[in-house]
């Protein structure tokens, strides 16, 4: 098995979906700044909002989405949105507000993250790991200030790596969606799964023109062990 791969054997059966038990959550948009310790590169690249995610009427997850995210090509139809997005590519930054349990039992930190794309790899190590093979790799924003500070799948979920007391990368499995609404929802994907459905906005390099970008985020939920 590729080395840059091997780590993953066996994890990401287990795409992070972060998860909270029997807790009642709501969602909602909110206009709360960018954590500080964010970067001057990584924040001006963020949309103006905060999706929020609470749970007992306290905020729990707090996501800045990039907007626009960049795309290296138009995606063909919505369910194969996310191919349209490069390994590595930064996607916005995540608040971790109480530490949590991910989907392999492992610990989801209380921090600041910046999130960054990456996709299950394709060698057959990892069939019925998961309906989708996307997910975003969590970083401590203090070890991410840049754009591109990391440019491959192996550096990025190294340097993921290193913050866990796991041997494995922090990582939120992201799910298409064939549409969303004008506001965030919850809504059940799968059974005993639950994410946050919104509508990103992509566009391709060099041009203005948004592309809808419908995109669930997985916070709830149990991958195949």
């Not at 990401?12 to 310790?37: E, G, Q, W």
């Not at 369910?79 to 949590?100: C, F, M, P, Q, Y």
């Not at 550096?155 to 290193?162: G, H, N, P, R, Y």
Request: with cysteine; charged share 25%.
């Amino acid at each position: 098995m590729p080395k840059a791969t091997r780590f993953f054997a066996g994890t990401l059966a287990f795409l992070a979906a972060v998860s909270l038990s029997a807790a009642d959550f709501t969602v909602k948009v909110t206009t709360t700044p960018v954590p500080k310790d964010v970067s001057a590169d990584v924040k001006k690249t963020l949309g103006k909002n905060c999706i929020q995610l609470s749970t007992g009427g306290k905020p729990w997850l707090e996501f800045w989405m990039r907007a626009p995210l960049p795309l290296k090509a138009k995606p063909a139809n919505p369910e194969k949105a996310l191919d349209a997005l490069a390994t590595s590519t930064l996607i916005g930054v995540v608040r971790v507000h109480k530490s949590g349990r991910d989907y392999r039992d492992d610990d989801l930190y209380m921090g600041v993250f910046t999130m960054r794309y990456g996709k299950i790899p394709g060698d057959g190590n990892h069939l019925g790991a998961t309906d989708y093979p996307y997910f975003a790799v969590l970083i401590p924003v203090t070890k991410d200030p840049k754009l591109d500070t990391y440019k491959t799948f192996k550096t990025m979920t190294k340097a993921s790596l290193k913050e866990t007391a796991a041997e494995h990368p922090m990582i939120i499995s992201l799910r298409p969606a064939k549409k969303a609404g004008a506001e965030p929802a919850i809504i059940e994907p799968a059974p005993e799964h639950r994410s946050i459905l919104f509508g990103a906005i992509g566009a391709l390099k060099g041009s203005k023109t948004a592309i809808p970008f419908p995109l669930q985020v997985v916070f709830e939920g149990f991958g195949e062990q």
